[in-house]
């Protein structure tokens, strides 16, 4: 092993196993397939699986292609178990909850208000909501 592959191989190694009651555990960088799996107690080959299904989950692939996964790696993947066996979403269905939960994050959701035949004070009712809607999101930005 040569380059920075090898030298982050190595640094790796030196690293000590993580303890979730560690104070450093929040405090690396970088985790294992390994120690994700222990950690957020999916196996190996589902993280694998969900790679391929979730593009938000990006592991740093070193020199020797093993897979780093980021803090927020593991929070997402967090996020997918969740959905998946606590919430009974399915992968498509986790998959839009994540992209929503994105757009929320990153402030792209826009408001959508479905009417069936409003009346005169519906629509301006829901007018005034939107107006006062832009105001707030001007002093946002």
């Known amino acids: 092993m040569t380059g920075q592959g090898g030298k982050l191989a190595k640094l790796l190694k030196k690293q000590k196993e993580p303890e979730e009651n560690d104070p450093a555990f929040s405090e690396r960088l970088y985790y ?16 694998r699986y969900w790679e ?15 897979r780093l996964y980021r803090k927020q790696d593991l929070d997402l993947i967090l996020k997918i178990k969740k959905l998946l066996y606590e919430d009974g979403f399915t992968i498509s269905g986790a998959k839009r909850k994540i992209r929503d939960m994105e757009k929320v994050r990153k ?9 069936k035949k409003p009346e005169a004070r519906d629509r301006d009712w829901v007018a005034a909501i939107y107006e006062e809607l832009k105001g707030i999101r001007k002093l946002l930005e």
């Open 32 to 47: 294992r397939i390994g120690e994700v799996s222990r950690i957020t107690g999916v196996k190996p080959h589902v993280l």
């Open 52 to 66: 391929s299904e979730f593009k938000a989950i990006k592991p740093y692939k070193a020199g020797s292609l093993q």
């Open 107 to 115: 402030g792209q959701l826009k408001l959508r208000l479905v009417e």
